[in-house]
């Protein structure tokens, strides 16, 4: 489980950053699942490991161009690339509608099913190991943050343990598997729990984009092993942040900080902070480890592997 | 006056070539003029030596996605990059509706004006030094081939020689400088030709893209300077060519060919003539000198300088 960033900067692209995408790779599926697919999403995935065969799932956070301009390119040439069963797209209101336009006005007609959801607040996808939530952010238009949660798995169960103990197989394992404490036929008591390693946490990870600091966002990031806040602005700058509703380093560090992450990573960075300004990205990331020291910077084709804990 | 292309792949990207787009860059009026958009143009415009700035005018061939997805994009970061007067856009029917749907979904609204043209064959543009005009070609959509036409310059009138003949100034020099032959007060016969330089006739850029061969390609030809044609798939392929509506290598060089151009170059290439395929890139230029020898080939960033006559 790993993420890899495809774009960092916000609003526009720049020689070294594109507009926002995240790839997470799920190895053990052979899937890729998309957050945000700016301008350039299909091109970077050209340049990156990730196969475009992959991508099963899209995860839209809200509606500015730059983090949707990019998904009717791409879904088209997923289309020419293989020979996809399906795409699942999630996204705020009107994400349908929009696709539906651009493809009529394009005549552009997907060779295989996408399946447009429209989120709000809640489970937005559960199948048998993941979970994928949202919750509403505080932006211009309507943004969502996305929590996709790996479940717990049981721990393994020692089959050659319980067979030495001279236990029969049958139903009798089963309830050992389950933690159960059960009494043989001899009259000895067996807790399953003993026979049985540690239960495999499930790993999260949080994607909270475009937003000022929200409780929502705190709400969303409790406990994630890796939270990607976006920090478009310096705190100096937070004038421009409460204008425009996006967050400061410092915003991001907090909401890392009261959530209890084990990680934060920022990205969507303005433009404005490039050489000749006198504030650095370099800045950013200072005053967020003040609030927040577990914290990292992302750069385009960033690759962070996800840790169990 | 020379053109660069930016993308020279047709239908999706590749990790050379991306999709379609070329810069015609106006030097002495500090313009840029640029023929089709396909995602990532702004990407490539960021890579090539092209001022974002400058761009006055988009002509757009046609709705397939791999024409217009970079539009929006480029046109809100024109936006934040400067502070254009105006952005005039020219294209097919719909092209207006398709910016508007885009702009209401992503609530994108641009800080300056964008006036979208929508062209018929004939003239879409003129001013004193430039005439462009456009014909319908032969796609599976409403396409249009474009013909920019540089004015004919007269020749500088050569002052020093008029007054060196002792010739008063005033309106005479006005009937002399074009071209008239004038009797001077004392009775000599003047011929304004002989005191004007040669006409700088003025360089023919000729665009046609997407098509299969068609009389309006080679009408809307006619003694250009430099014809871009498409040629999509190689002459082995040209049942291909027939299904979809494009160009093979050998169409584009007859077109060349019955409409007297100067020099052909050959874009939008299939993917599909990548190494391990049987036909190379280099056999669509073979097919195509055959026909017409003045042939070249496209790649990204390729810029050619449109020589005077
Ligand atoms: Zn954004
Ligand atoms: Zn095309």
Known sequence: ??????????????????????????????????????????????????????????????????HIYGLM???SSIGLAGNPTRIDVYGPPKLDDYLRA????????????????????????????????????????????????????????????????????????????????????????INGADLCGEVQIGRKFVYCTDTIYCDSAVELARDADVLVHEATFAHQDAELAYQRLHSTSTMAAQVALNAGVQQLIMTHFSPRYAPGNAIALEDLLTEARAIFPNTLMAQDFYTHEIPRR
């Open 102 to 189: 651009c493809g009529r006005y394009s005549q552009t007609h997907f060779s295989y099913p996408v399946k447009v959801h429209t989120v709000e607040p809640g489970v937005v996808f559960e199948d048998a190991e993941y979970v994928v939530s949202c919750e509403a952010l505080t932006h211009r238009v309507p943004a969502f943050g996305y929590r996709v949660s790996e479940k717990d798995r049981p721990g393994r169960f020692n089959v050659e343990q319980a067979e030495a103990l001279g236990i029969p197989s049958g139903p009798l394992y089963g309830r050992l598997k389950r933690g159960e404490v059960v009494t043989l036929p001899d009259g000895r008591q």
């Open 1 to 66: 489980m790993q993420i890899t960033f495809l774009g960092t900067s916000s609003g526009v692209p720049t020689r070294s950053r594109n507009v926002s995408s995240i790839a997470l790779q799920l190895p053990q599926r052979a899937e890729t699942w998309l957050f945000d697919c700016g301008e350039g999403t299909q091109h970077q995935i050209l340049r990156s490991d990730i196969r475009i065969s992959q991508i099963s799932r899209i995860f839209i956070t809200h509606m500015h161009g730059d």
């Open 73 to 75: 390119g791409l879904l």
